[in-house]
């Protein structure tokens, strides 16, 4: 009945790679961008329009929901799909990042990471068998393993710890993950996916990826960038790292990033992505357009009856000028969050459209350098 | 080409109305309930989910609006109905209430009110005529008269001195509207409402009713209540002063009010209302359902997922479970508001549409026993 976890690499074009991830909850196209609903929420946005925006899969944030709800919670609700109304595939993360940038007071042991909630200050702890655990409470359809994600720059020696780290919890949560499976807290329509973490450091990065390729993973994620490195260091070290993993699995490159950030990546064979921009930047008066992303806070905006971005397939893109959210904006007013976080999910699944298309018809290169050029102006940070 | 504003009373079930006005943007059914779009949008919803809730007309506030974007940027831009993207009919208030509650080192004088805008200290004027003249220029469908709306308990001197002065404001207002109109910057299909002051003192409403009535406006509200009296004695204030206005022109209360209020208000005559209850309510996690108010923060939802309210005819009280309503207020997102808002908006869309159709049936008085039985839950202030 369950469908197997499965992937289907369907093209390449040089590098980029056009593929299928089959889940028991449905099919992926990749290249795949997961909005991100953290709290069980894509923010400010309906669970249909993220449907409508053409996204096959979601993001949650383990270390959100094992705070509030309550992963316990979540599961005898039903889990998560049921929860946030949201029937197709679920990724989740393992917390390994989050715990390090959002809990306090942690204290991290071999056995994983002590921490408090920023919510309040209640104690939890965190290790590989706890988070798989969450993780198939939830109910994820595609799991991570638990890691230790470090800020950039470090030290070699401080990156290299926490890759080792890292390699042992891999290990832990594929243990963990075997044995949820065996206990039918999983299925075989989940997956379990390893990080690849190093920094930017090319030989831990190689280091990384051969053990975890040793351990089999059906999935490997690229780990532990986009943490302050720059988007060319980014770029080269991406570059350095995907050869080292197989070509029959999906490559997940996390928390990333600006449109530019995403057709690079996709040109080095990567096929999926999560990131809070779309959503974040709609929030802060930013919207991505087929014409460069616009800050709607800026007054010349302020007479502007043009639509934000009549080449948008979203309707919200089409139908409200930019005069209007400009003001929406301006006023603090949920209207102008709502329609931009909505405008920007669409652009993004409409990118990853158009990536595929590309692809598809082997002409990535230069459909790359055509949209580059349109999107040139890539938004401050909000 | 341009409709006629025009009145015509359907039928009458004791008291209780059923009615239409006829504008030149289309006709609105009366008893009516106008959603409030403050500042060019009705908060945390999309206009199609205001239009498709069942609202014929909506309110915006001159006051706001005057101050941000502009009334002559909104006229530049196409007006107001243009910018907010709702081609029904919209009302507008004068900006009477507001540059009262919210402007600062105001100076009331014969003229008008001086203030100070709550927004960024700038100095600005409202008059009868300048009203009038943002009226316009917003392209308000009704427009209402300029009046000073005092808080209550007051000294009945004090009463009496606003509502006289109301008076002389409502013969400049009609004046002002009138040239408007001759000069073309207002049309036949646009009205303007004079508005009874006077407090609680059935002796001061009769005098504000009457000279306003002899001023012949199409149309008269009730101002002046649901400013701290309590229900009580607004119910009573509305029975004093109702008998006073003709019958054959819509009488509009303004800011009012809870779904009990509304009901004991139609059945004394009351054709028309606005509040910002459904949504500000929503906001803070309230919800208005066919069971009663509900405090969606109350922990007892925590792992109810039954839905919000199975009766009503808004997708999203079916669609989401109180448990994940309850998750969402309590972590503060978005959606929370958003479905809160929507939910409270259709709400009270279907109970006018309801009070309608008791009234068409002869059985209002049934309807409303029935009702408030049911709706025994009114929710605290937020």
């Given at each position: 009945m369950t469908e197997h976890f499965a992937f289907h690499l369907k093209t390449t074009d040089g590098l980029a790679r056009l593929g299928e991830i089959t889940t028991s909850r449905g099919v992926i196209r990749t290249p795949a961008f997961m909005p991100v609903g953290t709290v069980a929420t894509v923010k400010a946005l309906y669970p249909d329009q993220v449907r409508d925006a053409g996204a096959?899969?979601?993001?949650?944030?383990?270390?959100?929901?094992?705070?509030?709800?309550?992963?316990?919670?979540?599961a005898r609700l039903g889990g998560l799909?049921?929860?946030?109304?949201?029937?197709?595939?679920?990724?989740?993360?393992?917390?390994?990042?989050?715990?390090?940038?959002?809990?306090?007071?942690?204290?991290?042991?071999?056995?994983?990471?002590?921490?408090?909630?920023?919510?309040?200050?209640?104690?939890?702890?965190?290790?590989?068998?706890r988070s798989i655990e969450i993780q198939c409470l939830l109910g994820a359809d595609i799991q991570m393993q638990f890691d230790e994600c470090i800020e950039l720059?470090?030290?070699?020696?401080?990156?290299?710890?926490?890759?080792?780290?890292?390699l042992r919890w891999a290990e832990r949560s594929k243990r963990a993950f075997e044995a949820q499976r065996a206990a039918g807290g999983a299925h075989a329509g989940q997956a379990l996916f390893g990080i690849v973490q190093g920094g930017t450091d090319a030989e831990l990065r190689h280091r990384s990826a051969a053990a975890l390729v040793d351990m089999d993973f059906p999935g490997y994620a690229v780990g532990g960038l986009a943490v302050g490195e720059g988007h060319e260091a980014m770029i080269a070290t991406l570059?350095?790292?995907?050869?080292?993993?197989?070509?029959?699995?999906?490559?997940?490159?996390?928390?990333?990033?600006?449109?530019?950030?995403?057709?690079?990546?996709?040109?080095?064979g990567v096929d999926m992505f999560d990131c809070v921009m779309?959503?974040?930047?709609?929030?802060?008066?930013?919207?991505?357009?087929?014409?460069?992303?616009?800050?709607?806070?800026?007054?010349?905006?302020?007479?502007?009856?043009?639509?934000?971005?009549?080449?948008?397939?979203?309707?919200?893109?089409?139908?409200?000028?930019?005069?209007?959210?400009?003001?929406?904006?301006?006023?603090?007013?949920?209207?102008?969050?709502?329609?931009?976080?909505?405008?920007?999910?669409?652009?993004?699944?409409?990118?990853?459209?158009?990536?595929?298309?590309?692809?598809?018809?082997?002409?990535?290169?230069?459909?790359?350098?055509?949209?580059?050029?349109?999107?040139?102006k890539r938004p401050a940070a909000p």
């Open positions: 096959d899969i979601l993001l949650g944030n383990t270390y959100h929901l094992m705070l509030r709800p309550g992963a316990e919670r979540i799909h049921k929860f946030m109304r949201w029937d197709g595939p679920i990724l989740t993360d393992s917390g390994g990042f989050q715990v390090m940038s959002l809990g306090k007071i942690r204290k991290i042991t071999e056995e994983g990471v002590a921490f408090q909630s920023h919510l309040d200050g209640s104690r939890h702890m965190l290790s590989p068998e720059p470090a030290e070699r020696r401080e990156v290299e710890r926490a890759m080792e780290l890292s570059g350095q790292t995907l050869p080292a993993l197989p070509t029959d699995k999906p490559r997940y490159l996390m928390g990333v990033g600006t449109p530019l950030d995403l057709i690079e990546s996709v040109r080095l779309p959503t974040r930047n709609g929030r802060h008066g930013y919207a991505f357009t087929w014409n460069g992303a616009l800050n709607m806070r800026n007054a010349k905006f302020a007479e502007d009856m043009s639509p934000l971005d009549e080449l948008s397939s979203c309707p919200g893109a089409r139908d409200y000028s930019k005069a209007y959210v400009h003001h929406l904006i301006k006023s603090g007013e949920f209207l102008g969050a709502m329609i931009l976080s909505w405008v920007n999910t669409v652009f993004y699944q409409d990118l990853m459209a158009a990536m595929r298309d590309a692809i598809a018809h082997g002409r990535f290169a230069e459909w790359a350098d055509e949209t580059k050029a349109r999107i040139t």
